[in-house]
T-cell receptor, first 111, second 114 residues
Framework: GQNIDQPTEMTATEGAIVQINCTYQ??????LFWYQQHAGEAPTFLSY????GLEEKGRFSSFLSRSKGYSYLLLKELQMKDSASYLC????????????FGAGTRLFVKA | SAVISQKPSRDICQRGTSLTIQCQVD?????MFWYRQQPGQSLTLIAT?????????ESGFVIDKFPISRPNLTFSTLTVSNMSPEDSSIYLC???????????FGPGTRLTVT
């Protein structure tokens, strides 16, 4: 079966750095996504990792270790607007594919 | 990129009735998907909408309850049949071009069943 685990909630302070972890056990792994979702809105794409290592994009970075079934999303210089749910999702399949989402981590940024 | 629109944006329906949700993409896409997101929870994949053939359903979802059509590369519908209050949820259409890895989401349809 497919299993994706991430913490339910995290709290961090404005201006700080926070790391959201994700572990997965899937068959047919074909990449890992991070999405941001504000309450009442659709998910928006943050990052995609298919190879091991760190991908940096502005204040957000994402890391993948395929051998460990592990990823993290790193958010730097936190802003209040970063308060949202962060969804770890794994793409599985070859040729045709589908994306399976974890339960999401609700991040609260406090002043 | 792809911009996805959904209709209706929200609806309140009576138990036992059916609702069809439309999803329109502004460009041709290879893959289209339907997800459900219940309050406070993450996204659950209902099915992959296949162009010109029957949809591929995930475990726990069946065609009789959630019939899906995809007549072309830019349009799909999801019907929620014989609704019960447990079907109250947000239904999201998603698409991927296959050229880039990014998966795009529509704004969702908020369904309340009374």
């Amino acid at each position: 079966g497919q299993n994706i685990d991430q913490p339910t909630e995290m709290t961090a302070t404005e201006g700080a750095i926070v790391q959201i972890n994700c572990t997965y056990q899937t068959s047919g792994f074909n990449g890992l996504f991070w999405y941001q979702q504000h309450a009442g809105e659709a998910p928006t794409f943050l990052s995609y990792n298919v190879l091991d290592g760190l991908e940096e994009k502005g204040r957000f970075s994402s890391f993948l270790s395929r051998s460990k079934g592990y990823s993290y999303l790193l958010l730097k210089e936190l802003q209040m607007k970063d308060s949202a749910s962060y969804l770890c999702a794994v793409r599985v399949g070859t040729g045709g594919f589908k994306t399976i989402f974890g339960a999401g981590t609700r991040l609260f940024v406090k002043a | 990129s792809a911009v996805i629109s959904q209709k209706p944006s929200r609806d309140i329906c009576q138990r036992g009735t059916s609702l069809t949700i439309q999803c329109q993409v502004d460009s041709q896409v290879t893959m289209m998907f339907w997800y459900r997101q219940q309050p406070g929870q993450s996204l659950t994949l209902i099915a992959t909408a296949n162009q010109g053939s029957e949809a591929t359903y995930e475990s726990g979802f069946v065609i009789d309850k959630f019939p899906i059509s995809r007549p072309n590369l830019t349009f799909s519908t999801l019907t929620v049949s014989n609704m019960s209050p447990e079907d109250s949820s947000i239904y999201l259409c998603s698409a991927s071009t296959g050229v880039s890895y990014e998966q795009y989401f529509g704004p969702g349809t908020r369904l309340t069943v009374t």
